[in-house]
């Protein structure tokens, strides 16, 4: 029999308002599991469940596509009955519905009703095409594998034609040759055996060079397992079985004409963070609409600092390469914000950040390899398992102990950082407690329920305590991409996989069954992304094999090892080039500029009329203090019919007059050097001078220096070459003398940056 349809397995969720945690209410949803493929007269169980806390709602089963199936009793959770007869290929769709007690479909906290379906294929098995391994005419065997009988000690009973495979060693393969008489989608099914006491295998499957990764059980037998669907040619195509962990033994492969895949399902831009900033609110639109139809583009960033910045060294080597396009997400690591950690100076990478956003307008994530508390073999600090000791559930134990509140301490730490860009208004895709499932770091080294509790004291410390609603929280999956790691929807925005290949930079590695098997138990919910992988791949061909990844992120090259392939460094520019180029990929000249840059040109001359033109975003100040008087005078003007004006009656000692303006979120300087403006007073004395001041995005004041009003005005110069953003700019007018009964007046015209 073909396929086997299961549910999913959620973990607990846990209360996070204070640092006790116990079991709280959990939102409800419901899971039809996997689409698989029967053949006629087999028995179709389909397992489908309620997760989330459970009062007194029940399942609902209903048909919605396909020729009739009697379903006997559609409340029960597993629905099952026999495949019927079929011509052909025939689909059926079966709908789960979350009810109530009164029979009504529930809704979630957006009004969406809660459903999941499932999707069962039922095939003419001569519509069934069967590779043996043994048959050398359609199967080629490469490395030290053999094909054994009853007499080898890797024997194993049960498999399909006249024998089997010897173990798949590191290096072996099993190369399948098949010429199809039309192209179109197929189901690939791997039928496979491990040996009792070998343990669980990761196994790989190339079609046609698209790999997909699998979790191969210790069986003891020979099994079946769905490879997944694949885009295949008319005439010759090939699929590889070999690499991953090795040491499994191969019986055959077999394909199934199928049905193109479904896209994902659209995903509302809503975040975890009910008081998510709109910057925030506004990355996640963007990638929502984006998703299932293109993939962005990201690169990540090594911290290694030069003089005193953090230079985008991997971003140049995308943008040298393609010479048009840059990588639209750069990722950064805060590995070094941990008290442990004893290195280099690492101050200035948040200023580095918010200068390459402000600059460049790229989407900013960052992740924190986290150098581990205590416990440490290395003087700066250790992020991996095996240099350290530290006892992650040992700390979460005890509140009190130092282990505990330097786990705090170091959250803080990076919090502070994370509060500068806050500050900025930066939304950050925010990637902590990576990879915890491969158990390499100690994250991850004493289990899910360790790792899933300290998720949610950082998800508590960093959004309640120090309000960061500028964090878009992402989780990483790797390896079997277990559910038991999954901190829960309500504290995921987006859910990842970092993957790599084997060789490191093969880009046409996609990565579809892990996206596949994310998108099914995500599906509608969240968004799914690559979030880090070995090399620029070729997003065309993920697209082609159904693999809508939200965005991917390259590691950054190891510049310090010439052997290395990861990166841009192990990659041909050509390569990078083509691969950036793709029509289905969001680079930076494509994302929006949320923020309006101020470019070379007038940037106000004050013509228009009061209707439209806001001039409560300036101010008009009598030393040191907003006085009425503002105004849009035709008294005086530079350029045009009227000027920014000022009249105030001036009293003895009043000497510093100011007009000024400081714009919400400030102003993002563009290609500038230079601001200019032109000033003048009337009936303000013979010593009236007047300076040109701006202040940069520390509210740090720079000025022209004082010039004397001349005939008809002076035109002001101030040099800001180096500065990316100004908090606000205005004239300062000083030593003004009025009349008494005569009010005085001061103006400004012709700003210009250039």
């Not at 079946?224 to 690499?243: A, H, K, L, P």
């Not at 880009?507 to 098997?517: H, L």
């Not at 969240?526 to 697209?543: F, R």
């Not at 030593?735 to 012709?750: K, L, M, R, V």
């Amino acid at each position: 029999m073909l396929g086997g349809l299961t549910g999913c397995v959620e973990g607990e969720t846990l209360n996070t308002e204070t640092a006790q945690y116990t079991p709280e209410s959990r939102p409800l949803g419901v899971i039809a599991g996997s689409d698989g493929e029967f053949a006629p007269g087999t028995e179709v169980v389909i397992e489908g469940r309620l997760v989330g806390t459970i009062t007194d709602e029940s399942i609902l089963w209903k048909q919605t596509e396909g020729a009739p199936i009697q379903i006997d009793d559609p409340k029960k959770p597993t629905l099952s009955f026999t495949a019927p007869q079929v011509q052909a290929i025939e689909a059926y769709t079966f709908e789960i519905t979350a009810v109530d007690s009164n029979g009504n479909i529930i809704e979630d906290q957006d009004g969406n009703q809660l459903t999941d379906d499932v999707t069962i294929t039922v095939f003419d098995p001569e519509k069934l095409i069967t590779l043996e391994a043994e048959d050398s005419n359609v199967a080629t065997l490469n490395g030290t594998v053999v094909i054994v009988d009853e007499t080898d000690d890797m024997y194993i009973s049960g498999h399909s034609g006249s024998g089997h495979t010897s173990d798949i060693n590191p290096g072996d393969s099993v190369v399948f040759n098949i010429s199809l008489e039309e192209a179109g989608y197929y189901t690939v099914y791997l039928n496979y055996a491990i040996g009792t006491g070998y343990g669980g295998k990761v196994g790989q499957v190339k079609v046609n060079g698209v790999a997909a990764e699998l979790s191969l059980s210790e069986t003891g037998k020979f099994e079946q397992i769905r490879v997944d669907v694949f885009n295949m040619s008319e005439g010759e195509n090939t699929i590889e079985v070999g690499g991953g962990w090795s040491y499994y033994r191969v019986d055959s492969i077999q394909l199934l004409p199928a049905a193109a895949p479904a896209g994902p399902l659209s995903v509302e831009p809503s975040l975890v963070n009910p008081d998510a900033t709109t910057s925030a609110i506004n990355l996640m639109e963007f990638l929502t609409q984006n998703y299932g139809s293109s993939t962005l583009s990201g690169q990540t960033e090594f911290p290694a600092k030069v003089g005193n910045e953090f230079p985008l060294t991997n971003f140049d080597a995308i943008v040298d390469a393609t010479a048009d396009d840059a990588p639209a997400i750069v990722a950064f690591d805060y590995m070094n914000y941990s008290a442990s950690y004893n290195g280099s100076d690492i101050a200035g990478l948040t200023d580095s950040i918010i200068k390459a956003h402000k600059d460049k307008n790229i989407i900013v994530s960052a992740l924190f390899h986290w150098r581990a508390p205590s416990g440490n073999e290395t003087e700066q600090g250790c992020f991996y398992s095996d240099c350290t000791s530290f006892d992650l559930t040992a700390a979460l134990s005890d509140e009190q102990s130092d282990d505990y509140k330097a786990l705090i301490n170091d959250i803080d730490t990076v919090a502070l950082e994370l509060t500068k860009l806050a500050n900025a208004d930066i939304p950050v895709l925010w990637r902590p407690l990576h990879e915890a499932e491969g158990e390499w770091f100690w994250w991850g080294a004493h289990g899910s329920d360790a790792l899933k509790q300290l998720w949610k004291i950082m998800y508590e410390r960093m959004t309640n305590h120090h309000q960061l609603n500028n964090l878009i929280w992402v989780f990483t999956h790797t390896q079997s991409l277990s559910a038991d790691w999954y901190p829960g929807d309500e504290y995921v925005d987006i859910v990842g996989y970092d993957g790599y290949a084997e060789p490191k930079n093969d880009d046409e590695v996609t990565f579809k069954s892990q996206y596949s098997t994310l998108k099914e138990r995500h599906n509608g919910k969240k968004l799914v992304a690559l979030t880090e992988t070995g090399t620029i791949p070729n997003v065309q061909t993920m697209h082609e094999q159904n693999a809508w990844w939200s965005f991917f992120i390259t590691w950054n090259s190891e510049t310090w090892d010439s052997s290395s392939v990861i990166g841009p460094q192990g990659a041909d520019n050509s390569t990078i080039d083509s691969n950036y180029e793709y029509d289905g990929v969001i680079n930076l000249l494509d994302i929006p500029n949320v923020v309006e840059k101020v470019e070379a040109g007038l940037y106000e001359n004050f013509e228009a009329s009061s209707n439209d033109f806001d001039i409560t975003t300036w101010e008009f100040q009598n030393n040191w203090s907003p006085v009425d008087g503002i105004n849009l005078s035709t008294t005086w003007f530079a350029d045009g019919m009227q000027s920014l004006g000022g009249d105030v009656q001036l009293v003895e000692g009043d000497d510093n007059v100011i007009l000024q303006t400081y714009p919400a979120n400030g102003l993002q300087l563009g290609s500038v050097s230079t601001l200019k403006v032109t000033a003048h007073s009337i009936n303000a004395g013979s010593n009236v001078q007047v300076q040109l001041f701006a202040k940069d995005q520390d509210d740090d004041w720079r000025d022209s220096g004082a010039f004397d009003i001349e005939e008809g005005g002076v035109q002001l110069s101030l040099d800001i070459s180096d500065l990316s953003e100004l908090s606000g700019f205005g004239v300062r007018f000083i030593g003004a003398q009025g009349e008494q009964n005569s009010p005085s007046q001061f103006f400004i015209d012709s700003v210009i940056f250039e």
